[in-house]
């Protein structure tokens, strides 16, 4: 397992921008904290950069949701709990655009972009599209958990929360949504099952994955008549908090209060593997999208990524404060990884000291006594000269 020392990049003096600048634009993970402070993690290099002044930030501006400002991942959205977003420059290293979302009650569940536009959803339940000076406003219905894009179809965003069922909106035609799931059978005490959406990721172009506070994994298709789960799996003994589906599709991690988390398979409907390692809740995850790996972080302060297929944990970072969402980046970092090791193997062998020479030269060094034996000895030898013989 690799160990990050993390702010490895945080010594760097505030007047040398331009090593700063060059560290941002290689970062592999971004994460927002509880304390607002917002960071990147270089995976291949083993660095961590804090690109925020800690000392001036306060508990209104906590991160709560984050997303791409563009395809080229150039950019990050950053919402804040004080209802600004803030855009972060990845090749600057520096934010360059700050806006005033502010609308509706609760902080941030979900941010996208559509086109040059804005998409904001908060715990209240509105959900705003933020046009030049234009506003659209959909309400999807209070105590929402978490709104997510579809990437297929970027006009396309889901939104679910506690008693507020899974919805797919069209935000081009707002008026009414174009699926609304509908609550399982009763159980068998023909008792009502409670709602509680806690997070949300689209399966394909259609179809949705959902885990619960109340421990289910689902899956919907609203491209059928049917609107209740195709799928539905219970999972351990505590509240899901995060899900993220694996680049094959086949499978969603999930991951729970308590610090559990599984790769469930949705063919079989059955849990496929277990991660290890975590010593508090989870509050977000994400997937590579072609490598086999996954990132989660949460309230234990650690950045993990774990391998898909070996379940190893390649990288655990420790960032100090309690993480709550993170962004993954799409780029390949084995190759510059396998570079960084390269260069370290030449520099080594670049040395001019091979092992015999080393072990000649420490044998060629003088032996260097204590001070007080040394001054021990010559006080016995000056003694013996100055005794009279008898």
Not at 151 to 175: C, F, M, S, Y
Not at 230 to 252: I, M, N, R
Not at 262 to 271: I, N, P
Request: charged residues 25%; proline residues 4%; glycine residues 6%.
């Amino acid at each position: 397992m690799n160990a990050l020392y993390v702010d490895h990049l945080e010594t760097f003096p505030s007047q040398n921008p331009p090593a700063r600048k060059m560290a941002a634009s290689m970062q592999h993970v971004y994460v927002g904290a509880a304390t607002g402070v917002f960071k990147g993690v270089n995976l291949a290099k083993k660095t961590a950069t804090n690109f925020q002044n800690v000392a001036s930030l306060s508990k209104e501006e906590e991160i709560c949701a984050m997303c791409w400002g563009n395809q080229q991942e150039s950019q990050v959205c950053v919402g804040l709990k004080n209802g600004l977003v803030k855009t972060f420059d990845a090749e600057q290293g520096e934010f360059t655009d700050c806006t005033n979302c502010a609308g509706g009650e609760g902080r941030f569940t979900g941010l996208a972009k559509y086109q040059e536009s804005l998409v904001t959803c908060v715990e209240s339940g509105l959900l705003r599209v933020w046009k030049d000076e234009d506003k659209v406003d959909i309400e999807v219905g209070k105590d929402v958990c978490r709104m997510r894009q579809n990437h297929a179809r970027p006009h396309q965003v889901a939104t679910g929360g506690k008693e507020n069922e899974l919805k797919l909106w069209d935000i081009q035609q707002p008026e009414k949504p174009i699926f609304k799931a509908k609550n399982v059978r009763n159980d068998f005490l023909d008792l009502r099952v409670p709602v509680w959406v806690t997070d949300l990721q689209f399966l394909s172009e259609q179809k949705l994955v959902t885990c619960t506070g109340h421990r289910q994994v689902r899956v919907y298709d609203p491209a059928t008549p049917q609107r209740r789960p195709a799928l539905s799996v219970e999972l351990g003994e505590y509240a899901l908090t995060a899900l993220s589906v694996t680049p094959d599709s086949h499978s969603v991690i999930v991951g729970d209060s308590q610090g559990s988390m599984v790769m469930v398979d949705l063919r079989m409907g059955k849990v496929q593997k277990a991660f290890k390692g975590f010593a508090g809740g989870i509050r977000s995850l994400q997937c590579h999208p072609s490598l086999p790996l996954v990132a989660s972080c949460g309230l234990d302060r650690f950045l993990r990524i774990h391998d898909i297929n070996t379940k190893e944990m390649l990288h655990k970072v420790y960032l100090k404060s309690k993480l709550n969402c993170l962004l993954f980046s799409s780029a390949d970092f084995t190759q510059e990884q396998t570079e960084t090791a390269k260069k370290q193997k030449r520099k080594l062998e670049s040395s001019n000291l091979t092992e015999e020479d080393e072990d000649e030269l420490w044998g060629s060094m003088s032996v260097v006594q204590d001070s007080k034996k040394a001054d021990k000895t010559k006080r016995k030898s000056k003694s013996k000269k100055l005794k009279k013989p008898k």
